[in-house]
């Protein structure tokens, strides 16, 4: 996100993209060399191979920016109950390496480089966890992450994530679908939108604490009730075949994959059943520039950039420049929640 800051952010915050692409080069080099670069780019294996190589293989411990790992959690995750790229609405395009995926992050509780949340949420802790339901909901109450989870069974989702800022990857989710969760709770018929809230942590969270942020916290986001029912809107857990490393919303995020990533909220710990439409984060840090909807249309400029092409990662010293799709290739799942609406307006 080209975030605006209210005073300038010392050199020393940013990663340098130089040092970053280089540090990417030396990465992809080694993966081209231990999976074999002539056979993978010659088509022999399959993306979907590789998403199963991937999700099959435990990472190691330390890969996984984590202060503790929870047992029943690791469990779960690894699992989980459907084989790895079988989930529905796959995609066969190349996944994105996962040190791309978990270093080159926006989280900006964490700072505003795309390295800081990889380095700086190292001891991020997840245990204990809770997430509270509220509003206009049959059974509000405040419960353990375990008693979230337990209910459900988890499945390998491998989706396009495209950021508003134009560049893209293709993720490997572990998670469920949200309206499995929101049937759980009985939201009542005056539920028409529902509202996220990542931790508001300071501590363990400096960029909620940095002087340079203008993002208000907590981070919040919305989505309308027939969006969030969607049965390609999940909730995520892991990735990769393993739980979600802290940088990409651990222990629990929302995946939205036809609008620009912003929407996809990470760690959770609030989820609000709500009459009206709720307020978020980027809409209003700058509501003439990132909107309550957010579907990916790359008709609809942003402000100060063309939203018409992106940048899919890993994209080295050439840019890897692919056309944006509408919805981000979800035209035929979404199109019909916006039927009658003016997407230029409801951007
Ligand atoms: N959630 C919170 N709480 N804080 C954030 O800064 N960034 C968003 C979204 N969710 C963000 C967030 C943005 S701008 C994007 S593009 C995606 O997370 C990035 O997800 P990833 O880092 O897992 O690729």
């Not at 996100?1 to 010392?10: G, V």
Request: glycine share 8%; hydrophobic share 35%.
């Amino acid at each position: 996100m080209l975030i605006k800051t209210k005073k300038e952010i010392p050199s020393s915050e940013l990663t340098p993209e130089s040092v970053y692409r280089q540090r990417r080069e030396f990465l992809k080099s080694s993966a081209n060399i231990a999976l074999g670069a002539g056979v993978l780019s010659s088509g022999l294996i399959s993306p979907t191979a590789l998403a199963q190589t991937d999700g099959l293989r435990s990472r190691a411990p330390e890969d996984i920016n984590l202060a503790s790992k929870p047992a029943w959690l690791l469990d779960k995750v690894r699992n989980r109950a459907n084989a790895p790229g079988s989930g529905p609405y796959t995609t066969t395009e190349s996944l994105t390496p996962f040190e791309d995926a978990t270093n080159y992050n926006n989280f900006f509780e964490f700072g505003n480089g795309k390295g800081d949340p990889a380095s700086r949420a190292r001891e991020f802790r997840i245990d204990p966890w809770s997430v509270e339901i509220a509003g206009e909901v049959n059974k509000p109450g405040r419960y353990n992450l375990e008693d979230i989870l337990q209910p459900h069974t988890l499945g390998e989702r491998i989706y396009r994530l495209r950021c508003v800022e134009a560049f893209s990857m293709v993720v490997p989710w572990i998670g469920f679908p949200l309206a499995d969760l929101i049937n759980r709770f009985e939201p009542n018929s005056n539920a028409r939108f529902i509202e996220f809230e990542t931790l508001y942590d300071p501590e363990q969270m400096p960029g909620q604490a940095a002087r340079t942020s203008s993002l208000g916290w907590p981070y919040r986001e919305g989505l309308r009730m027939d969006e969030a029912m969607h049965p390609l809107t999940i909730l995520a857990v892991g990735m990769y075949g393993d739980i979600l490393p802290a940088q990409n919303g651990a222990p629990l995020r929302l995946v939205v994959p036809w609008k620009y990533g912003f929407k996809s909220i990470k760690s959770i710990v609030r989820i609000n059943f709500r009459q009206d439409m709720p307020n978020t984060a980027w809409n209003d840090y700058a509501s003439g520039e990132y909107g309550f909807y957010a579907n990916v249309n790359p008709e609809v400029s942003h402000p100060r950039w063309s939203q018409s092409s992106e940048r899919r990662l890993p994209s080295g010293l050439f840019d890897r420049r692919i056309d944006t799709q509408m919805f981000n290739g979800y035209t035929d799942e979404v199109a019909h929640l916006y039927a009658g609406m003016d997407l230029r307006v409801d951007f």
